[in-house]
């Protein structure tokens, strides 16, 4: 027997042990229950009732909870079939056959930075089949040779047997879940020893989790390399924080305006951008220079996962720059039935189709327009020219303003980033009201080009405001580009400012800062930001100036990641 199939029996044994530990615990704790009142009226000849109805509806609960359940798999997103992806197929069997392994039954495209293989359907791992989830994002953001050591590494996993083991955890952990909800539900104090093995359950199985990760790495890495592998474990750490900012400033707003676009497309410009290049380095260097370790990970730290890759085979040593999202030729209809047609239906409307390149006339001018609307009693009278002495005050006024908006008390960077946005929306609009085109696309900045000159408004005003461009320096701008008397608002009625569509509600802790602060954070400046969610489930998190900058914990999944500062 050789080391390898002693491992898998080792962690199958574990698993099934862990599972046996449970099901004993939970089925003697039952016993006893029904035991305590049949003993009680044996032996002490009477009968507690209230004592009774507690044991007995205990051993219910608990029973009940541990009856397994069928895994009724839910398909999370679009399947992609040989016949409309032979690219893709081909590369994905070209993988199978180097590791030694028949192919998955399904490959769903889904919406994340991230690859999964997963058994699913059957009882306890009994009687599923093999399915593998592919990111859209993902395939956007590696090139082909680190696709398929991604590939190598998920495929890792069904050769090494933990994608059967997997089903197993899954579903006793579901067990375990259901009875401490059940009894919590009693403010039964019965929970307690299933709380407590919760823990040693999940300490002990997230342990297996992160060998497994390591030995997949070393199967991807002896198949495609280990510089591949390294650099694509790099850039799904570093893409997926990206990709949270890309949907939340650039795609989001675009689908609550009732618009579809390009959506991987649009993160390979995001990408590409200045913001969005910097922001995929930030999280990328932040998850290699971590190391953050909790016992409740599934994964080792990315810093131990490359380091454990030294050594090995690095491959034919070139990566080649071939980008992966080529291998998918029905994007946009894949892109609409992942994400288009979700939120089309739960808008209750049909969006419309557009390009990136129309993006800026048809939602962003109106929703800054809107949002200076709002706060337009500041900016009336008022010129470019005067925001070499006045910015700051404009912006503090708008910012004190904006405080009869929020539902909590605002803290003073929260008004003044808040004021600073609007101010810098406002001279957005002036400048294109006075005939400037005004250009951006995902990950770059806003920039507003006239005859001659050239100016980016969000990144000026907040110059002004925090002082790193001085007055005169700013006045001397507006004279060479002929802007000096441009109103900043129309002193006729707001609405003729083209408000053609409200802007979305704003919450003030996630209005953008400039450029001049930390970049990688803080984003471009042209939509408020949306809720910071989990990068694996999308589950909302605990996003406050409390937690900006800290580890937190998924409610949901678990998982454990850095939150923007």
């Known amino acids: 027997m050789t080391a390898h199939s002693i491992s898998i029996a080792g962690r199958a044994v574990l698993a099934l042990g862990l599972m046996v530990g449970f099901y004993g615990m939970a089925i003697g704790i039952a016993a006893l229950l ?26 219910v609960v608990i029973l009940a909870a541990i009856v397994p359940r069928r895994d009724r798999f839910v398909p999370p997103g679009p399947t992609v079939t040989p016949e409309r992806e032979p690219d893709l197929f081909a590369t994905i069997q070209r993988v199978a056959g180097a590791t030694g392994q028949r192919m ?22 009994i009687g599923g089949r093999r399915v593998m989830g592919l990111g859209l994002p993902l395939l956007q953001s590696l090139t082909v040779p680190e696709l398929r050591a991604v590939l190598a590494h998920e ?5 090494g047997g933990d994608t059967k083991l997997g089903r197993i955890v899954y579903q006793t952990r579901a067990a ?15 929970q307690i020893p299933f709380v407590s093995y919760t823990k040693l359950f999940l300490r002990v199985s997230h342990a297996v989790s992160r060998y497994q990760e390591y030995a997949a790495d070393r199967l991807a890495a002896s198949v495609a390399g ?26 989001r707003p675009v689908l609550e305006a009732g618009y579809f676009a390009p959506v991987a497309e649009g993160f390979g410009q995001y990408l590409n951008g200045e913001f969005g290049a910097a922001l995929l380095r930030a999280g990328t260097d932040h998850a290699v220079e971590s190391d953050a370790r909790d016992p409740y990970d599934t994964h080792p730290p990315l810093r131990e996962r490359l380091a454990a890759l030294r050594g090995l085979p690095e491959g034919d040593g070139s990566l080649g720059d071939e980008p992966a999202i080529p291998l998918l030729r029905d994007r946009r209809s894949l892109e609409w039935a992942l994400i288009g047609h979700r939120v089309s239906t739960a808008a209750g409307r049909q969006l419309e189709p557009i390009g990136w390149d129309e993006v800026v006339e048809t939602v962003y001018l109106p929703t800054w327009a809107g949002a200076a609307a709002k706060y337009s009693g500041p900016l009336l009278g008022r010129t470019m020219r005067d925001l070499a002495e006045q910015a700051r005050a404009v912006a503090d006024t708008i910012g004190a303003l904006m405080t009869r908006d929020a539902d909590r008390l605002l803290s003073e960077e929260e008004r003044r980033r808040g004021g600073v946005w609007i101010l810098g929306a406002a001279v ?34 907040n110059g002004l405001v925090s002082g790193t461009l001085d007055g005169p320096t700013w006045q001397q701008r507006c004279v060479e580009a002929g802007i000096s008397d441009l109103e900043l608002w129309p002193g006729s009625d707001p609405s003729d400012s083209g408000e053609a569509r409200k802007p979305r509600p704003m919450t003030l802790l996630d209005l953008p800062a400039s450029r001049d602060e930390a970049q990688v954070e803080l984003g471009p400046a042209k939509t408020v930001r949306a809720t910071i969610t989990c990068w694996r489930c999308k589950e909302p998190l605990p996003f406050s100036e409390e937690t900006r900058g800290k580890q937190v914990r998924c409610s949901k999944c678990g998982t454990k990641q850095a939150l923007p500062r």
């Open 34 to 59: 029904v035991y305590l009142p049949y003993a009680e009226i044996v032996y002490a000849n009477r009968l507690h009732l209230k004592l009774a109805i507690f044991c007995v509806v205990g051993a």
């Open 104 to 125: 998955p039954a399904d490959v769903y495209v889904v919406g994340d930075v991230n690859a999964w293989v997963a058994q699913r359907g059957g009882v306890m791992g």
């Open 155 to 159: 495929f890792g996993h069904f050769h």
């Open 176 to 190: 375990i879940g259901r009875i401490v909800a059940s009894l919590a539900e009693h403010d039964s104090w019965l």
């Open 226 to 251: 280990s510089r591949a592998l390294a650099e694509g474990l790099k850039k799904v750490h570093g893409a997926s924080f990206a990709y949270e900012r890309y949907w939340s400033d650039e795609l």
């Open 428 to 461: 957005a609009t002036a400048l294109a009201r006075a005939g400037w085109s005004i250009q951006t696309l995902p990950g770059e900045w806003v920039t507003a080009r006239g005859p001659s000159s050239r100016i980016e408004p969000f990144d000026v005003v």
